[in-house]
């Protein structure tokens, strides 16, 4: 018997040895998501930008219809919320990368199918529609899988530089996604931009078919069982039931995040969409265009530097102490309400139409400058927002858990995405378009989030804790089943 056992020991022994640099590989089975961020990003950004041309596209009267618009937005954003829903609980069961490349689908279909929407008739903003929540369903699937990809594939220690690189690729996509679909809506081709961006998710869905790879399941949500798992042929089958959902989905700090996310993106959703018009209209005149060089100049090297410096420092820090974490998310709210309150506060000089298309100008004022910066330092601390809540949420949930409370969050988050236009629409509709009184009742709104996450420094010790006491009695039951699975087979021969 004594014989037996240190066969099976000396074969896991061996295994053992590999374990970390299985570890290191899974870190590569990633990169595809990278691009995938990239691309998305660029194929979705803009339509904040172009607000004003998308409503003269559907109604073809020159005017600006701030509440239906909002509308417009909310839809997206509410097909996300529940398409998140259902994906994420599947993203805990099924592979991943299939429901990744059936959510690109989704996205890549609506976009498609957005440039043969018929304008300035009566079914235009009804087709418009159609394609935005198609659209979004496909979003709201892609947060959920990746949150549950990336518990499998990525060691703690390395996972914020991870959704610091995403949220760099993100961002980078975003910027030179806005410029792009400026320029084309302005030059009058705006079903050429949702043709080329449909068809760049189509070539995505290839390349995530044939390079992206299934991690197994739990392989990285603690030591002993990322060294079991890693090193043996043993599978994760574990799920949640009513026990593991009351002690450890509903911990504390994880009804805190789902309800701080709710302020949080409401007064993020309402700010962005107050933002553009607000620039493009009179006094200051400054064209879609030019907006977007602002946000490559600017907004682009705010999205590196939070996602990639930041990213590096999180992981620092936080594998100390986890608390260090929820301190930087903390700070990342309080920089966001600041710069809010400061882009209308700013007076920023008034500007022709011709003016406002012209880089240069814009610069030969201090206001230019200041503005830029602004958009630098938004860019950069939402960037440190993203690559430390995920990471969180990772270590206070149970690998069998990662996409259900991915797409909870999402769901709650996105709600409040999609009233945020709307909010913004009614309040700028009632107060005949006075900015500045909008972003002091956003900032309102948006104050509990940091103060959530302050009481949250209470509880996240010990509910990240709890996750790890219950992944090591997981460990130890898989080796002793492991072990007798091994001493049976040779029993046999």
Known sequence: MRVLEKISLKSNDQKLNNSEDSAKETSFVVWPIYILRFLIALTVAGVMLNMLVLSDIIWQDNTFYPLEMGILLGTRT????ISGLLIGRLADKISRKYLLVIMVSFIALGRFLNGFAPIGESISYGYFLFCFILTGIGLGGIEPIILSLTNDALPKKKRSRFFGFQESSRQVGATFGTIFSAFLFQMGYWKLYFWISGSILFIIIIVLWIFLKEPKRGQNSQKELTDLLNSTDIVYKYQLNAKTVKSTIF?????????????????????????????????????PVANGILMIIFGMPGAIFGGIVFGKI??????????????????????????????????????????????????????????GMIIFTIRAVLGIYNVNQNPIIQAINLPEAQGTVASWGQFLETIAMGLGPVIAGYILTVNEGNYFEAAWITILLGIPGAFLWILSLKYIKSDEMRIQGILKQRAIELHKGNDQEILKSKIKI
């Open 251 to 287: 911990s504390p700090t994880n009804i805190i995040a789902f309800i701080e996310g709710i302020f949080t993106w409401l007064i993020f959703s309402i700010a962005i969409y107050m933002i553009y018009p607000y620039l493009q209209s009179d006094p200051y005149n400054i064209s």
């Open 314 to 371: 999180s992981d620092h820090y936080g594998n100390k102490d986890i608390k260090w974490r929820v301190l930087l998310i903390i700070f990342s709210i309080i920089s966001l309400f600041i710069s809010i309150i400061l882009i209308f506060v700013i007076p920023l000089t008034p500007l022709t139409p011709e003016e406002g298309n012209n880089i240069i100008t814009i610069f030969s004022y201090p206001s230019g400058w200041i503005f």
């Open 78 to 81: 509410w097909g996300m919320a």
